[in-house]
Structure formats: structure tokens, C-alpha cells
């Protein structure tokens, strides 16, 4: 329960004031007690008013009603139902996808067994053509019997269904269809592509599980299929964001480059890349080499291990790391280490390639590596991407690689060249795969071939698994985030430098003539200190000059280093100067004319429009494999083992941490997970984005010693081991039972980073079942360990004959001090993150709606309903209701309208405002807003003083 005021602060400096002018006298026993009396008299007027204004002994005993109970809070057992809540969330799921799959492989079986073949699709809704406008008449090419180029054509006599209606869905924040699924084809991809067509034709049967399951879970997110032939079909059916209208951003995308993809497809793996960085490697030669690199880099997923050698006369690791003997060792392939490798790949090219020593450590390094902790131990490769071989090194395969237990993938590289039988022949030899790269628009498809091979074993052993991927940013690219990073930061840097070159010529040097010492402002910026003749204006500069520098408006001097991009500190910047001490009337014209020119702002606003409305949607996804189920081909009867694509759903991180049910831990106590590399899932503290629109290079690799920061004495910062065991620990766990309690000191910052507490904390943890994810729950080891168990019966009317209702939005006037009567406006809110109630039923209620108005609406329903209301339990959420689907928490429910019915008084506070003895505290300590805080919700009570 708080009071703002807003002049209080004169009387406490007055108060100061006189305390430093009796302190500063000689000691005055009389003084002294006169302003003890003073201060008591002060307390009590302060006690009396806020103890009479908030009610407080009527809130008292509100609480202490019958019905309430105090029992211990079992921190075990809290964090087994958020563990069951969020395991019961997954499972939904994973039961979806496998449903799907186990629908697909009969279906393509049936498609690759049916005689005569099946026709191909005659179209198909292609999510980048969908609702897209007719081209002008002239060049729709229907006079020449063409069809329209924004029409998906890959038969003759089709028809085209580029038009379909759909319309917003709230759950999934775009216009949907929910009867169809749209299909995206990358760009590198030529839509007509016969293998593509088949798959399509088959895959369209998987539709109807995408419905159903959508139909018996509403909370279900997208569904999709993505194809080892390249398209993605995505349920339900939506228009592809990048159309490929604008030339100058290409859509990108390709489904078999995304971590839910690539874990599926492959298990883990130690790879490890020869580059040829000799003589002949140049001009479009190298630049295809860097192209292949990279896009092997991309398929890869944390749960990978690489590294890249550069070989010509000598082979030399690309990034140096060694372990304890000195030999280069793999890097675990993390967003920050594939970036490291490829910003080390701009080589020179020298000499003549050695083979034998380039392929010779590429073995024993692979060697070395296998049983480390730090590696994969699972499935090995070496990819070779040269633009030609002398020889077949026969001898030295069956030396270091005789079992074929190390696959060999080779990429020749280049436009021009006719010597690839010795190449071919080594892929072949060590089980890999051999392809051609002659552009730099196929290395994506060519690169993309080695996952099937790599695929192969699992196929044929018919091993499935769920994998859960780490968190990621939805439809955004790793290669489209580094460059925005990259173009921001030069975009930077020639900001800095223009602005101040502008800075010094308009203010400074134009200005020195009329007083100011251009030596003191540098004076002030290097040393700290200030020129005494020129105070105020050297303190106006220095505001300007720290947001010149750094290209941000920094106003605090003490906060030069921040650097916080916010647009609204430009106004600010000269509403401070403005309003500030007054500036030396030789000097204020010009320097209020240069902070006030519209060029200074709109040259500065510009670096930020370039950003603006991007918006990411973190996620998690589970994936599920879906294997060609023939063993033999129909003709020849070879042995096959095709990996046909991968099904998948996301869940996405704000629904994740809704599961937590944050109001039952407590004040300063969180939930958080992490994967099986220590990452975060979720965490208060992930904080993905730089000025809320780029992402960081490494903002899915946050490491769980990142974000929970041990409190030590010392200089440095170094990893505790207490924490390194925790985490340790947390990885290692296989079920579910929480652990035992740790405790660590941790330092948590508050207000934006401006403050820093020191906070003892206690941690349970344990696996969340048949994932990768650890849970884990902190809470304050001095916090509070009690709760309010109430049970509250909502019918019409409650034991007092009121409806209930009332309580929310009471209908009683009130005369103010002024004599007018006034009718309460809602002065109430609620946790604006957390899920009281809501529809999951599409077009149910008007989500223009505010988040009270649907709680007042399901309280409503609550009272009308004749049977028993349908809560829900801690694994199946939401509750199907006839034809509507909704989710109702019991407990936050329940205990805002217990809160609502014992703070009904605290709202009645206006008539206290008559009384004529607050009258003058009222007016000298500046009240101006009473307002209630608990635990589950906010309310605000406006008093007009």
C-alpha cells in the first residue's frame, strides 16, 4: 500500500536545513527537544493520515476473515507442478507431430508403390503468390496463352488458386486459413521441380492430421512438414512475409537450414572442413570455396562439433584452440565459434596443395577428438572443398580410415574444371558424396546433399526421436543478423564522425571568438574536469558532445558510457538544456538555434528508421523425422534408405514462461531452463536484441554462468565453481525429482542496470521429462515462506446478497471536495503478462478488449453457469466448452476475486477527504495518488487532492 507525494521533498530538505543549523550551533538541549517534539509531531500527523486514507485496520481485518488458512510453501512441490504443467504443455506437442509423421510414411509408401503413377499436383498454394494482385492486363501474357506470371505453373490445363480467403487469428497473430496449409518454395529452388511435385502430392494427405490435431488442442502453434526436396508445408496457411517483391531483400528462407530441421535430420556429429587456400584458388574459385564453408556451417546445430584447416604447403588450424598436449581440438558450433570461423576465413592463396599431410591431420584430429567430453562421439565426416586432386591417396585411407568410419564429402569448386574422377572416386571410397559446384547460386542445394547420406544409418535402424531445439528467433537468418549487426555498427561509426565534425565546426569553433576555451572542453572530456570561467556552457557541450561522440543522447554524465538508444532523448536533450540553469546570454542564441535544428535530429533519427518494426518471436520447436518405410526400390531391388523430411510445432517462449505460473513463486523469485548445453531456454535475464530490433550474433548461445552472476571478492570475474558445479549437475540430471537445495550469492541488477543488489538465493532443479530442457526455480532465501490458501465459491450473489461483480467495477457515486458527485471510473488492472482467462476459440471476443474486460466476462460466466465450472488441471490447460475453447487458472482467478471482496473499502476513501485536520498535511507534503499492490494483481484508486 503506497501514497505519492509530490512536494514532500521541500520538507525534508527543510527539515535538513534546520538539523544543520542546530548541529552547526553550540549544543542546545531546548533545540534539540523542540525538534524532537517537532519530528514526533510530524510522524504521527504522517501516521494518522495514511493509516485513516488506506484504511489500514479495516484491510486488516478484511484478511483475517473466515475462510483464509496459513500453511507452509513447499518449494518442492511448487516446482513439481510448474514441472508437470510444462511437461504436460510439451507432450501435447510431441503427441501432435508423431501423429503427423506416423500419418506421412504410409502415404508416401502408398505414393511410391501406386501403379500407374500418380498425376502431379495440377497447383498449390504457394505462400509467397498468395493473394497477391493480378499483374496489368498487358503483361499478363493471356494473349500469348501464357499463364500469369504470378501464378505457380508447372502443368499444362491447371488451375491456379492464388486467391484465399483468410482472416486474423489472434493465436497466431496473422490472417490464417484453417482448412488449408500453403506451401513455401525457397528462392534457389525451381518451383516445377519433379521430385518436388511428388512430394507435394502426397503431402497434401497431411492436411487432415494437422486439423485434427489443431481441433483437439487449440493451444497448438504452427505445424509444418518440411521436404528433403526443399519446400515447406506450414499449417494452417498463411502469406509468406517476404514475397520477393523488393529485389534488394530476396526471401531467404529454406526450411532444411533450420536448427529443427538439421537436428532431426542428422545425429550429432564431429566434422571436420579442409579448405584449399593454394595458388589455383582464386577469384570465383575462392569465393564459391567461402560460399560452401558457410553454408556447411549453417546446417550445423550446437549439439555439432567443427573446425576448418586451411592447406596449401603447410595445413594450419583456422582458429587456433588447443587442449592440454597442444593438438587442435573441434569448437563446439555455437552461433559466436561459427562466427569466429567466418570471420577467419579471408585468406590468402599460396603455393601448392600437400593432400597427404592436409588429409593426414585431418584424421588424427578427428582421432583426438573422439571421447572427449567436448565432442560429439557420435557420428564423424571430413569435407574436402578444393578445385581438384593430384591423385586418389589410396594408400592413406586404408592407413587412417580403413573401417570407413569417417565419412569423406568432397566439394569440387569451380566453373572450368574437368578433373573430378580423383575426387569423385574419395568421396565414394570413405561412404560420402561427391557434387560439383560450378555457381555461386547452387552451393545451398549442392552443400545440402551430405544430410541424407548422413541421415542413412538412422533411416535403415528406423530410430526416431523428438528433439527440442534450443531457442530461436522465428523466420529470421543468421547470415541476415550478422549483416544487420555489421551495417549497423559502420552506420555508427560514420554517424560519430560526421556529427562531430558538425559538433565542433557549428558550436565550437564558432564560438571561441566569443569566450568559450576550446582547450577546456577537451580539457573537460579527457580529465573529468570543468573550466570554472565557463561552467555552464562547457556543461551544455559536454551533454551534446557525450551523444556526438557515441552517437547516442547520453544526458547524465555520470552514464556517459551507456549509450541507450532511445529516439525520445533527442527532445530531451533540448528540453533539459532548455530548462536548465540559463546559458551565457553572448552564447545562447547560437548554441540554442544549433540543438534545436531539425537537420541535427532527422540526420541522427535516421539510423534508427532503418530498424524499426522488426519484430522476433522467440521460440522453441519440436521436430520429428519422417523416413521412406520401403527397404527396396521397385525395379532393381537395391537397398534404400531415403529420408523423405522432417514434421515440427513450435511453443513459444512468453507461453513458456506463462507455464511457470509466476504468482505462485513469490516476490524476486523466477523460473528459467536450460538445454542440454547449458544454454537458456527463458530466463528474466535473456535479453536477445540490441535496441530492441537486432539481434545479437550470440543470442541463442547464452550460457547459464552469463546470467546468474556469483557474488566474489575480487578484482576479476572468473566462473565460480560452486555455479560450474550447479550447472554441471543440471546437465547431467535424467529425471524429474527436484534436486537438493543450493544455495549461491548472486548480484541482481535493478532499474535498468542503474543499481546493483546483493542477494542470497536457494535453486531446485530437474529435468522436464522426455526433453532436453532442465527446470529450474529460484526463490530468496529471507523470503517470505508463507501463502493464503482461500477457497472462494463464486455464485449471483455471495453470503452479503452482492454480486460479485461489484467488487471489480463498484457502482456507487461519491461527492468530492468540491461538491460534485462523481461515478468511480475503473480503477483497477491486472498483471498484464500473466493468463487470468481467454479464449483459444477464433473471433469468440473482440481482443480489442482490454485484459479486464475479459476477466469481468468469464467472472460473469462463471456466476451464470448451472453445473460446475470447467478449470482445467495442471497438465491439460484449456477446457473445450461446446463449441468453445478456453483456458481459466483456477488459483489466480479465485484469488483476485478474494482480493477484490477484502479490499472493497480501500476504494471508499473519499469521504476521508473531508476531514478538515488532513486538509493542510494534504497541501504542504503534495499527495496525489493512493494506490493498493499485492501479489497477484495492481490496483489503482486516483484520489483527487
Known amino acids: 500500500m503506497f501514497i505519492k507525494f509530490q512536494n514532500v521533498h521541500r520538507l525534508v530538505w527543510a527539515l535538513f536545513y534546520i538539523i544543520l543549523q542546530i548541529s552547526g550551533e553550540s549544543r542546545n538541549d531546548e533545540a534539540f527537544n523542540n525538534m524532537e517534539a517537532l519530528m514526533r509531531k510530524l510522524g504521527q500527523s504522517f501516521f494518522e493520515f495514511s493509516n485513516g486514507i488506506t484504511k489500514f485496520n479495516e484491510l486488516r481485518d478484511s484478511f483475517s476473515q473466515k475462510g483464509q488458512s496459513i500453511e507452509d510453501v513447499n518449494i518442492n512441490q511448487v516446482f513439481s507442478d510448474v514441472n508437470a504443467r510444462l511437461h504436460g504443455s510439451l507432450q501435447g506437442r510431441t503427441d501432435a507431430i508423431q501423429k503427423v509423421a506416423d500419418y506421412a510414411e504410409p502415404r508416401a509408401f502408398d505414393h511410391h508403390n501406386s501403379v500407374p503413377t500418380p ?73 516445377c521441380d519433379r521430385a518436388l511435385l511428388e512430394a507435394l502430392v502426397w503431402s497434401s494427405d497431411l492436411e487432415e492430421p494437422f486439423k485434427n490435431n489443431y481441433k483437439q488442442n487449440p493451444t497448438l502453434g504452427w505445424q509444418y512438414f518440411g521436404s528433403s526436396t526443399g519446400f515447406l508445408r506450414q499449417y494452417p496457411a498463411m502469406k509468406w512475409p517476404n514475397d520477393n517483391s523488393d529485389k534488394n531483400s530476396p526471401d531467404l528462407y529454406d526450411c532444411r537450414f533450420r536448427p529443427w530441421y538439421t537436428a532431426s535430420a542428422t545425429s550429432p556429429k564431429n566434422l571436420l572442413i579442409l579448405l584449399d587456400v593454394s595458388g589455383s584458388m582464386t577469384g570465383l574459385r575462392r569465393r564459391i570455396a567461402k560460399a560452401v564453408v558457410n553454408s556447411i556451417l549453417d546446417t550445423l546445430t550446437e549439439n555439432d562439433y567443427v573446425n576448418v584447416f586451411k592447406f596449401s604447403d603447410l595445413t594450419e588450424v583456422l582458429v587456433e584452440c588447443t587442449n592440454d598436449t597442444g593438438k587442435p581440438i573441434l569448437l563446439q558450433a555455437t552461433l559466436e565459434n561459427l562466427r569466429e570461423l567466418r570471420m577467419s576465413m579471408e585468406q590468402k592463396t599460396y603455393g601448392m596443395s600437400d593432400y597427404v599431410i592436409a588429409l593426414s591431420k585431418a584424421f588424427d584430429s578427428l582421432k583426438d577428438n573422439l571421447g572427449r567430453s567436448e565432442s560429439a562421439n557420435c557420428n564423424q565426416a571430413i569435407m574436402l572443398v578444393t578445385d581438384g586432386a593430384p591423385s586418389y591417396f589410396q594408400d592413406l585411407f586404408n592407413k587412417y580410415n580403413k573401417h570407413k568410419k569417417i565419412r569423406l564429402f568432397t566439394y569440387l569448386v569451380g566453373r572450368e574444371v574437368t578433373d573430378y574422377k580423383e575426387v569423385q572416386w574419395m568421396a565414394c571410397y570413405n561412404r560420402g558424396y561427391f557434387v560439383h559446384v560450378g555457381s555461386l547460386g547452387e552451393v545451398q542445394e549442392q552443400v545440402f546433399k551430405y544430410i541424407p547420406v548422413m541421415a542413412r544409418p538412422l533411416v535403415m535402424s528406423q530410430k526416431r526421436e523428438v528433439i527440442w531445439t534450443p531457442v530461436y528467433a522465428n523466420h529470421a537468418e543468421i547470415v541476415e543478423s550478422e549483416w544487420q549487426w555489421e551495417l549497423k555498427t559502420r552506420k555508427k561509426q560514420k554517424l560519430r564522425s560526421v556529427n562531430y565534425k558538425w559538433f565542433f565546426h557549428n558550436v565550437a569553433e564558432n564560438n571561441i571568438k566569443k569566450g568559450a576555451n576550446k582547450s577546456s572542453i577537451h ?90 518494426g522488426k519484430k522476433f518471436n522467440f521460440i522453441v520447436s519440436a521436430s520429428y523425422p519422417v523416413y521412406d518405410i520401403r527397404n527396396y526400390t521397385n525395379t532393381s531391388k537395391e537397398r534404400i534408405a531415403n529420408f523423405l523430411g522432417v514434421v515440427g510445432t513450435d511453443v513459444s517462449i512468453e507461453e513458456l514462461k506463462d507455464l511457470t505460473s509466476p504468482f505462485q513463486l513469490g516476490v524476486n523469485a523466477y523460473a528459467f531452463a536450460i538445454t542440454n548445453n547449458g544454454h537458456i531456454v527463458f530466463h528474466p535475464d535473456f535479453r536477445p536484441l540490441y535496441d530492441n530490433n537486432i539481434l545479437k550474433p550470440n543470442y541463442n548461445s547464452l550460457d547459464l554462468t552469463e546470467v546468474e552472476l556469483v557474488h566474489k571478492n575480487g578484482l576479476f570475474r572468473n566462473n565460480d565453481e560452486e555455479l560450474l558445479q550447479m550447472r554441471t549437475d543440471m546437465i547431467d540430471k535424467n529425471d524429474a525429482d527436484p534436486s537438493p537445495k543450493r544455495i549461491l550469492s548472486v548480484r ?78 475503473r480503477n483497477w488492472r491486472i498483471h498484464p503478462d500473466w493468463t487470468y482467462c481467454r479464449y483459444l476459440t477464433p473471433g469468440k471476443l473482440n481482443f480489442s478488449h482490454t485484459k479486464e474486460d475479459i476477466l469481468i466476462h468469464f467472472i460473469k460466466r462463471i456466476q451464470g453457469s448451472i453445473v460446475a465450472w470447467k478449470w482445467g488441471s495442471i497438465t491439460l490447460r484449456w477446457v473445450e466448452d461446446g463449441v468453445d475453447y478456453y483456458v481459466c487458472n483456477r488459483d489466480l482467478v479465485q484469488s483476485i476475486v478474494f482480493d477484490a471482496m477484502v479490499t472493497k473499502t480501500f476504494g471508499e476513501s473519499q469521504e476521508i477527504l473531508n476531514d478538515q485536520k488532513f486538509q493542510n498535511l494534504i497541501k504542504s507534503a503534495g499527495a496525489e495518488l493512493l494506490y493498493l499492490h499485492n501479489q497477484l494483481h495492481h490496483s489503482l484508486y486516483p484520489i483527487v487532492f
Open 748 to 825: 541482481v541488477h535493478r532499474d535498468g542496470f542503474k543499481r546493483v543488489s546483493l542477494r542470497n538465493q536457494t535453486y531446485v532443479f530437474g529435468k522436464i521429462p522426455k526433453t532436453q530442457y532442465t527446470l529450474a526455480i529460484e526463490v530468496p532465501v529471507n523470503a517470505t515462506v508463507y501463502k493464503g490458501e482461500i477457497e472462494v465459491f463464486i455464485h449471483w450473489k455471495d453470503e452479503s446478497k452482492n454480486i460479485v461483480t461489484n467488487y471489480f467495477d463498484p457502482n456507487s457515486s461519491y461527492v468530492d471536495k468540491n461538491g460534485d458527485l462523481k461515478t468511480p471510473q
Open 523 to 612: 580539457a573537460f572530456s579527457d580529465n573529468g574536469k570543468k573550466d570554472k570561467k565557463s561552467d555552464i556552457f562547457i556543461l551544455a557541450l559536454h551533454k551534446l558532445k557525450s551523444f556526438l561522440d557515441y552517437g547516442h543522447p547520453n544526458i547524465s554524465y555520470k552514464n556517459i558510457r551507456r549509450m541507450e538508444a532511445e529516439a525520445e532523448y533527442y527532445k530531451k536533450i533540448i528540453q533539459d538544456l532548455g530548462d536548465g540553469p540559463p546559458i551565457p546570454s553572448i552564447l545562447a542564441p547560437k548554441l540554442k538555434a544549433n540543438l534545436q535544428s531539425k537537420l541535427l535530429i532527422e540526420r541522427n533519427l535516421h539510423m534508427f528508421k532503418d530498424y524499426e
Open 119 to 191: 498425376q502431379l499436383p495440377k497447383s498449390y498454394f504457394n505462400a509467397k503468390q498468395l493473394n497477391k494482385p493480378p499483374p496489368p492486363p498487358a503483361e499478363s501474357g493471356d494473349d500469348d496463352g501464357k499463364p500469369p506470371p504470378y501464378c505457380t505453373f508447372c502443368t499444362q490445363n491447371c488451375t491456379f488458386s492464388t486467391l484465399l480467403q483468410m482472416s486474423y487469428n489472434e493465436h497466431f497473430k496473422v490472417d490464417v486459413n484453417l482448412n488449408r496449409s500453403s506451401v513455401h518454395v525457397p528462392t534457389s529452388i525451381y518451383e
